[in-house]
């Protein structure tokens, strides 16, 4: 192993280490290391990580024994996906005790999941793939039923299990099928072999049927519709904290395993995967939006706008520009269709966790979260009903928050390849979301709180609130570093 191949895999062993000693620690004191120690080395692992994985920013693409992408894309979604879930376990701190006795294999499982996401967005091998999803699934389905005594935690981590056994087993068909059909498992050489002349018509349909499985086993990973049904009730049985995770951090790495496997694999079938995918963006934002509309329980409310952002954020895959079967050098557009993906993964993140945060610190006080129950929050806790009402900005993409420039910059991609139809159906459907962001507005400022009793904040749940507000207005306010950042990221497709 030489020294570049340990700089290039130097997150993912930071990340190991973390857990370890995670571990450790709470072992040898049996369990009775306080939280914020333990909370204090997960942080303290995942931005390292980060910072190690930043500093790979500006390098020529290149891999790792030809099964992890150092380039970009991966960089980007991986610093990103790391400092999420520092957010994560920032929320975590105050929620957990009064949950759970057993905190120290939570801050373990978190660093496992920032591992997995670290593997699965630089995955450039089909079996590399599939383990590193499945990885993240796993931990994810014990992060989920955490809260053993919670009938409901256990319920929904069942049923997150099913579905998503199901998932897996129709993506690793169709993985298997395009193995059968090109004989290798790197994506690069997948793509050279279904772009060659030697391969047969009954090949060709086999890959396609391979695009259709994929799709479904991604699809499931984002929730896309009709492969959503997993996500209402896992995210209102998960402990709050992993619903904020499920709904950015996770569904991150989901869109980094299909973009990278169709863009850099499956161009040969760009036509064929474009069609299909508008078509779900539009039935994936339109269902979740009027879904949202009928929501009481502030959980599944999200749930459903976590299946509307994902048909938003397939509209930049869907709007990349290419001709006949081949990239277009992504460097000459300003829309390129990947940059506004990233710009909307990054806005998204810290705009949700956002909302989990004050969501969070309402059920710590209340132990409730029922719409109803934000009845009043202004009074309660003017700071609280501010923020929620700045996060809900950005979520319906008002300017200067964050959220204005992901909405323009998918938007601006469907335009520029004079996709209208996708623009406007976007644009509706943002006018709809708007209708239950701005209801949760009015309960907060419009009506009277059912209880009188101020709501505090705790100072590590302040933080991550700080955080999260502090990157909404002032990268929506000088967005440009975000732009480069992302628009550089974005090459990474066409140019290796």
Not at 195 to 214: H, P
Not at 239 to 244: A, Q, S, V, W
Not at 392 to 420: D, N, R
């Amino acid at each position: 192993m030489t020294v570049d191949t340990l700089r290039f895999l130097l997150p993912e062993i930071i990340l190991i280490l973390a857990a370890i000693i995670v571990v450790v620690v709470d072992l040898v004191n049996g369990r009775r290391t306080n939280d914020r120690t333990l909370a204090a080395i997960a942080v303290a692992g995942l931005l390292a990580a980060a910072l190690a994985a930043f500093t790979l920013t500006g390098l020529d693409p290149t891999s790792v024994t030809g099964t992890v992408a150092i380039d970009g894309f991966a960089v980007f979604l991986k610093v990103v996906a790391l400092v999420g879930v520092a957010l994560v376990v920032l929320l975590s701190v105050e929620y957990l005790p009064k949950h759970s006795d057993n905190r120290g294999e939570y801050y373990a499982f978190l660093l496992a999941v920032g591992l997995a996401i670290s593997v699965a967005v630089g995955a450039n091998d089909l079996i590399l793939i599939y383990i590193a999803l499945e990885f993240l699934s796993i931990t994810s389905y014990i992060l989920v039923g955490y809260l053993r005594n919670d009938a409901k935690s256990s319920e929904a981590s069942v049923k997150y299990f099913i579905y998503g056994s199901v998932a897996s087993g129709v993506l690793l068909y169709g993985l298997s099928l395009l193995f059968g059909a090109t004989g290798s498992t790197n994506l690069l050489a997948v793509f050279e072999a279904l772009s060659g002349q030697g391969l047969s018509e009954g090949m060709r349909w086999l890959s396609f049927t391979s695009v259709a499985l994929l799709i479904v086993g991604f699809g499931f990973k984002i929730s896309l519709v009709p492969f959503h049904q997993w996500a209402p009730d896992t995210y209102e049985g998960a402990p709050t904290p992993i619903t904020g995770f499920l709904s950015t951090a996770s569904k991150a790495a989901g869109f980094a395993l299909l973009v990278r496997t169709f863009v850099v694999g499956l161009t040969v079938f760009a036509i064929d995967w474009i069609t299909l995918l508008a078509g779900l963006s539009m039935v994936t934002m339109t269902f979740g939006n009027l879904v949202a509309l009928r929501q009481t329980n502030m959980k599944r409310l999200f749930a459903y706008s976590s299946i509307a952002q994902a048909g938003y954020i397939l509209m930049g895959l869907v709007a990349i520009p290419q001709v006949k079967f081949g990239l277009m050098p992504f460097s000459e557009f300003t829309f390129n269709g990947i940059n506004g993906i990233l710009i909307y993964l990054f806005s998204y993140l810290f705009t949700n966790l956002g909302v989990f945060a004050v969501v969070i610190a309402v059920e710590n006080r209340t132990g409730k979260v029922e719409l109803k129950d934000y009845a009043g929050l202004f009074y309660r806790s003017p700071w609280l009903a501010s923020l929620l009402l700045l996060f809900l900005l950005s979520l319906t993409g008002i300017p200067p928050t964050l959220g204005f420039w992901a909405k323009y910059f998918v938007f601006g991609a469907a335009i520029h390849v004079k996709f209208y139809a996708l623009a406007f159906v976007g644009l509706i459907n943002a006018a709809i979301a708007a209708g239950y962001y701005l209801n949760i507005a009015r309960y907060m400022f419009m009506m009277d709180p059912q209880e009188k009793e101020k709501i505090s904040i705790s100072p590590i749940l302040g933080v991550a609130l700080a955080v999260c507000a502090l990157v909404v207005v002032v990268i929506g306010i000088q967005p440009r570093w975000l732009i480069e950042w992302a628009s550089e990221s974005a090459t990474f497709l066409t140019s290796m």
